[in-house]
């Protein structure tokens, strides 16, 4: 829904196949001009990736930072087939600008040391990557730091007192900037984009498979249309014969 249903749309009508609503503009459901044998279901991108993980759906469009989060094993339980070139967001370890001796993870784990020891808890860290965020961690050694997990705006988190540091997405920057939290250098835990993903435990007999291949022979036409140019000039014999040779498709 919302702002990734419009880039979806205008992405497969690029394609050749136009999304259009079973019930008015305010629907939940969709089909897929030439290919009958899909039914689209328009849900959030978090319900997406749910969907996904449950084998609910065959195919789905959401990002690659949901689909890790709601799925850590993800290769055992989803295929990302095609980025698709929209939806970029960055999940990313932010801390206030006012830590101005802290500017990567190294020194993000000597502050949690030292606020353990100061203050007799953990710092705690603001976001709805729960398990993004225990990995990333993990792998930088910290552990002396708590997750409080985010239900509404992570980026208000410090500022509210909810935590010290948070994790979350963004695509410029500006909000986390304009919320006094900068981006630790080394603080990218993943950048994202919009995927084509397949479910691995749906059930995908013969028509499925059969209209997923015609969907994704679609895509890829698409993608080589896209890098694809056409040329037209008037060529004499020898010229063709030279053109020819470089190995270029002459008409």
Same mark, same amino acid.
């Given at each position: 829904?919302?702002?990734?249903?419009?880039?979806?749309?205008?992405?497969?009508?690029?394609?050749?196949?136009?999304?259009?609503?079973?019930?008015?503009? =305010? @629907?939940?459901? %969709?089909?897929?001009?030439?290919?009958?044998?899909?039914? &689209?279901?328009?849900?959030? +991108?978090? #319900?997406? *990736?749910?969907?996904?993980?449950?084998?609910?759906?065959?195919?789905?469009?959401?990002?690659?930072?949901?689909?890790?989060?709601?799925?850590?094993?993800?290769?055992?339980?989803?295929?990302?087939?095609?980025?698709?070139?929209?939806?970029?967001?960055?999940?990313?370890?932010?801390?206030?600008?006012?830590?101005?001796?802290?500017?990567?993870?190294?020194?993000?784990?000597?502050?949690?040391?030292?606020?353990?020891?100061?203050?007799?808890?953990?710092?705690?860290?603001?976001?709805?990557?729960?398990?993004?965020? =225990? @990995?990333?961690? %993990?792998?930088?050694?910290?552990?002396?730091?708590?997750? &409080?997990?985010?239900?509404? +705006?992570? #980026?208000? *988190?410090?500022?509210?007192?909810?935590?010290?540091?948070?994790?979350?997405?963004?695509?410029?920057?500006?909000?986390?900037?304009?919320?006094?939290?900068?981006?630790?250098?080394?603080?990218?835990?993943?950048?994202?984009?919009?995927?084509?993903?397949?479910?691995?435990?749906?059930?995908?007999?013969?028509?499925?498979?059969?209209?997923?291949?015609?969907?994704?022979?679609?895509?890829?036409?698409?993608?080589?249309?896209?890098?694809?140019?056409?040329?037209?000039?008037?060529?004499?014999?020898?010229?063709?014969?030279?053109?020819?040779?470089?190995?270029?498709?002459?008409?």
């Amino acid at each position: 829904k919302g702002r990734l249903q419009e880039q979806a749309s205008a992405y497969f009508a690029d394609a050749g196949m136009a999304l259009k609503s079973s019930a008015g503009a =305010r @629907g939940y459901r %969709a089909t897929v001009a030439g290919l009958p044998g899909i039914d &689209v279901m328009l849900l959030s +991108a978090s #319900e997406i *990736a749910a969907a996904l993980v449950a084998g609910d759906v065959h195919l789905g469009i959401t990002g690659e930072d949901l689909l890790r989060e709601t799925a850590p094993e993800l290769e055992s339980r989803i295929a990302l087939l095609h980025p698709l070139g929209f939806g970029f967001a960055n999940v990313v370890v932010a801390v206030p600008q006012a830590w101005i001796d802290v500017a990567s993870m190294a020194d993000l784990d000597d502050v949690c040391a030292a606020f353990a020891h100061r203050h007799r808890r953990r710092l705690r860290v603001a976001t709805k990557y729960t398990h993004l965020t =225990r @990995g990333f961690f %993990a792998r930088a050694g910290i552990s002396d730091y708590r997750i &409080v997990e985010s239900a509404g +705006a992570t #980026e208000g *988190a410090p500022t509210a007192g909810t935590a010290e540091v948070i994790v979350d997405i963004t695509s410029t920057g500006a909000t986390l900037a304009a919320n006094g939290l900068k981006v630790l250098d080394d603080g990218t835990i993943l950048e994202s984009q919009a995927h084509l993903a397949a479910s691995l435990s749906a059930d995908w007999d013969e028509a499925a498979r059969s209209t997923a291949k015609a969907l994704l022979s679609r895509i890829g036409a698409r993608e080589r249309a896209k890098a694809s140019h056409v040329l037209r000039v008037r060529l004499d014999g020898d010229a063709r014969k030279a053109i020819a040779a470089l190995g270029f498709k002459v008409l």
